[in-house]
Structure formats: structure tokens, C-alpha cells
């Protein structure tokens, strides 16, 4: 889910954009697009739609240290006593990256903030900020230096994402912290790449109001929907583009990451009024982390490349649909997986690698443990309410 996706200026009109995610098929669905306009700017957020408290604080435990070391780099350095937020800041600020995600079939940018694991590269952010991604590009803030980055993994259920920025050695590394020790009302500072503009990360100041909060973030835009749990609530004022940024205690160490904001904000120049901001705690994402980084993939977890099938899934308009009987396919993109299949337009797809579909997340779920190369069978109801069954060889796709 991301701000990019742009349904007014769709040649499918509103409502019918280009992306790859979940409204439109899943992993690896996109659109051919006519000659490009010029690139559209745009500034990773989730909109907050809802917000429920639970009733018992994060769960504790040993941070995993797998990734986070940083043998022949430097870490970002900690400090035993609170620091100001200018001070942590100068100290945090070397060991982030901007993220630009290109959309090169809808022709569009969009920016996030990455924080660095491993001197050789290694980069956590929010699934959201490479979501639908042809290419990636991140600039680190400690060297200058922008490298070309590839997907290593991704659980986009909890929207946590590894990449890699090729050729990069030497790279300063952010100091992590324990998010088990976090309490109500601890001190914290978000930093990130607010609204895009690059340069010197953005800097905002706030408290802790709540623990293992649950939401859903949407993207207004798209309509896309996602339910995200265990979170570290603040009122921080985050904004577009602080998405992946880290959230930093009062001694100079990462303990979340900076994910989603009400969307009482407003955008561009226009000021701010966010209160309330949302972030993964570092634990439950190096966590993560470290299972993409050992090539460990479930139900959750996709390791590498995108599986692409081709499908978007829209509205029935013969009573299947999401009626359980089925994902109506409003769009089939010529020559792909599904279109050589014999799926087109109009077609039910009725179940992927023998497990039933009715929606497009069902889809997106099922495609996770695949990868291009890997042979599926597909089954749906033509138009005329005939069965049909094949066997597909996914291709490759934009990110998840």
C-alpha cells in the first residue's frame, strides 16, 4: 500500500490504478502503460482508520542480534545518559537512508526512509515504501552515496521489509535498542525523510501514549487495507515519507520503526497536526529481519523476487466476486502467466495452487511461498460457467 498509486490519473479511470498490490491481484499485477508523463513525487504514509488498545503491554524478550552488528563499520553511537533531541539526531542520522521506490509501469516515485543494518548494506523499511516497486534507489545520509537496491525479503502482513543496496561497504549502522524496556510516556524521536525532501532527516519529538496498540491503516487513495498489531503508539508528529525511519529513546538506540499516522495531518507545506503515530518495535522487526536475512520463508515471509501471476480482481458483476465463490477478474494483463493460461477478463478464478480464492488478499497470500520459475495450477469459471483448469509458470514482478 502505497501513495503512489494514483486512480485519477488512471486510464482506467478512478479506482483502477496501476500497482501491484492487494485491490488489484496481488504480487506482481500491473497495468501497460501508455508513453510516460514525467515522474509523480509522492511520500510513503498509512492512514490510521482505526485504533483499538489491548489490554497488555509488548511482549518481552532478547533482541535477536543477528542483524544490527556491525563488524568492519561504524555504529551509530549510544550514550548512557539522555541526550537531546538535537544530539540524537546528529548521532542516529548517519546510520539512515532515503528510499526511492520507482513504479515504472505506473511512472511514478515515491519516497520512504530506510534504517541501515549492516555495513555491507543490509536495509530494514516498511513493506509499504517498496510495495509495487520496479526499481529501488536509496541515498545513505552517513556517506552521501546513492546505490541501486534490491528486494531481499518481505512480510508484508506485518509490513516489515529487508533490502540491499548494491556494491555498498562500510556503511554506518544504526544502534539498536530493546523495545521490551519501552514504557508509557518514555521520551522518543522520530526521524525521516518527512515529505520526501531529502537531505538532513526530519526530526520530531514526542512521547510514548500507548503499547501493542492494533490497527487499520489504509491509503486513501487506493482503498487498500492492512491490519497491523503489536504496535508502539506516540504522539510524534511523523509524516509522508518518515515511513521506515526509526523511532530513537533518549539514549541514541532504535527501539521502532516509524509506520503509520492518524490522518488528521496535513500534507505539503501546510502544517501538521498528527496525534497519533505508530511504530513496529525494533524487536518484533529484526525479528523479522533475521528470518529474511536466513532465507526463512513461511506463510508470512516471501524470500527474493515477486511471483507474478497477472490478475486484477475488481468488482463482480455476475455474482461471484467476493461472494466465496470466487475473485472475479476485472483485468488480465496481456501476456502474462494468467493470460497465456486462457484466464481473460470476466473469468472467475476459483483457486491457485489448489487453494480456494475469493479475494485479492487470498491471492496475494497464496503467493507468497512462490517465486518466478515455479509452476502452479490455476482453476476458474469462464464466462459461460465452465470450469476450467491449468498449469502456470509464474513470472516475475514488482515487489509485493
Given amino acids: 500500500m502505497s501513495e503512489n498509486y494514483d486512480q485519477e490519473n488512471s486510464p482506467h479511470g478512478p479506482g483502477q490504478g496501476y500497482l501491484s498490490g492487494p485491490t488489484f491481484g496481488g504480487p506482481g499485477y500491473g497495468y501497460p502503460v501508455p508513453p510516460p508523463p514525467p515522474p509523480r513525487n509522492h511520500h510513503r504514509a498509512l492512514i490510521i482508520t482505526g485504533a483499538v488498545a489491548l489490554a497488555f503491554g509488548v511482549g518481552a524478550g532478547a533482541l535477536v542480534n543477528g542483524l544490527g552488528s556491525s563488524p568492519t563499520g561504524t555504529a551509530t553511537a549510544t550514550s548512557k545518559t539522555s541526550l537531546s533531541a538535537g544530539q540524537i539526531a546528529s548521532r542516529v542520522d548517519p546510520g539512515l537512508v532515503d ?27 516498511n513493506n509499504h515504501v517498496i510495495s509495487g516497486a520496479t526499481s529501488i534507489k536509496v541515498i545513505d545520509i552517513g556517506n552521501g552515496r546513492t546505490y541501486t537496491a534490491k528486494v531481499v525479503g518481505y512480510d508484508a502482513s506485518a509490513d516489515v521489509a529487508v533490502i540491499q543496496a ?9 544502534s539498536l535498542g530493546n523495545s521490551s524496556t519501552v514504557g508509557v510516556g ?25 503499547l ?28 509522508p515519507g518518515d515511513s521506515g ?7 541514541g538506540q532504535v527501539i521502532g520503526m516509524d509506520t ?43 524470500i527474493g523476487a515477486t511471483a507474478f501471476l497477472g490478475v486484477g480482481v475488481g468488482s463482480s458483476q455476475n455474482g461471484f466476486g467476493n461472494s466465496g465463490n470466487g475473485a472475479y477478474l476485472q483485468n488480465v494483463e496481456q501476456g502474462s502467466p494468467a493470460a497465456n493460461a486462457g484466464l481473460t477478463e470476466g473469468d472467475t478464478l476459483t483457486s491457485v495452487g489448489g487453494v480456494s480464492v475469493s479475494s485479492s488478499p487470498d491471492i496475494q ?36
Fill in 186 to 210: 518514555s521520551s522518543v524521536v522520530a526521524l525521516g525523510n518527512a515529505q520526501g525532501k531529502g537531505g538532513t532527516p526530519s526530526m520530531a519529538t514526542g512521547t510514548v501514549t500507548g
Fill in 99 to 125: 528510499v526511492v521506490s520507482t513504479d515504472g509501469l505506473a511512472q511514478a516515485e515515491s519516497a520512504g526512509t530506510g534504517i541501515v543494518l549492516s555495513s555491507t548494506g543490509e536495509i530494514l523499511t
Fill in 212 to 239: 501493542n496498540q492494533s490497527i487499520t491503516a489504509s491509503d486513501d487513495l487506493s482503498g487498500t487495507q492492512e491490519q497491523l498489531t503489536g504496535l508502539i503508539e506516540t504522539n510524534a508528529d511523523i509524516q
Fill in 245 to 251: 525511519g526509526p523511532l530513537v529513546n533518549p539514549y
Fill in 365 to 400: 497470500h497464496v503467493l507468497v511461498k512462490y517465486h518466478p520459475g515455479d509452476k502452479i495450477q490455476v482453476s476458474w469459471l469462464d464466462q459461460s460457467g465452465q470450469s476450467q483448469t491449468a498449469t502456470v509458470t509464474l513470472a516475475t514482478g514488482p515487489a509485493a
Fill in 166 to 174: 548494491q556494491g555498498a561497504s562500510g556503511l554506518t549502522t544504526a
Fill in 260 to 302: 503509520a499516522a492518524s490522518s488528521s495531518y496535513q500534507f505539503q507545506d501546510q502544517g501538521s497536526s498528527a496525534t497519533q503515530a505508530y511504530s513496529i518495535p525494533i524487536n518484533t522487526a529484526i525479528s523479522i529481519a533475521n528470518q529474511i536475512e536466513a532465507g526463512s520463508g513461511s506463510s508470512t515471509v516471501h
